[in-house]
């Protein structure tokens, strides 16, 4: 039979765990909601960097104003491949 410090010292541990496994679980929602917002905002530039581009502004002007990289507003002025979706009317 375990005496009274050794329970106490496996409550402390499975205690600890819990407690270490909801802080982590926390703090990665916390991350994961950071690199959300984050991505969200760049994919929002990249929209309105096509809608620019769409509407004939120069490269330059598309890059200064969104603040994108020159690689994604390269990626922006690739020629698109066509959609196969076909509509039934």
Same mark, same amino acid.
């Given at each position: 039979?375990?005496? %009274?410090? /050794?329970?106490?010292?496996?409550?402390?541990?499975? /205690?600890?765990?819990?407690? @270490?496994?909801? $802080?982590?679980?926390? $703090?990665? $929602?916390?991350? @994961?909601?950071?690199?959300?917002?984050?991505? @969200?905002?760049?994919?929002?530039?990249?929209?309105?960097?096509?809608? %620019?581009? /769409?509407?004939?502004?120069? %490269?330059?002007?598309?890059? /200064?104003?969104?603040?994108?990289?020159? +690689?994604?507003? +390269?990626?922006?002025?690739?020629?698109?491949?066509?959609?196969?979706?076909?509509?039934?009317?």
């Amino acid at each position: 039979m375990p005496t %009274l410090a /050794e329970r106490w010292k496996k409550e402390g541990k499975k /205690e600890g765990k819990l407690e @270490g496994k909801k $802080e982590g679980i926390k $703090e990665g $929602e916390k991350i @994961g909601k950071k690199e959300g917002i984050k991505e @969200g905002k760049k994919e929002g530039k990249r929209e309105v960097a096509y809608k %620019l581009y /769409e509407k004939g502004l120069s %490269l330059d002007l598309i890059k /200064e104003t969104t603040g994108l990289s020159w +690689n994604e507003v +390269n990626k922006i002025a690739a020629p698109r491949p066509y959609s196969t979706k076909i509509t039934l009317t």
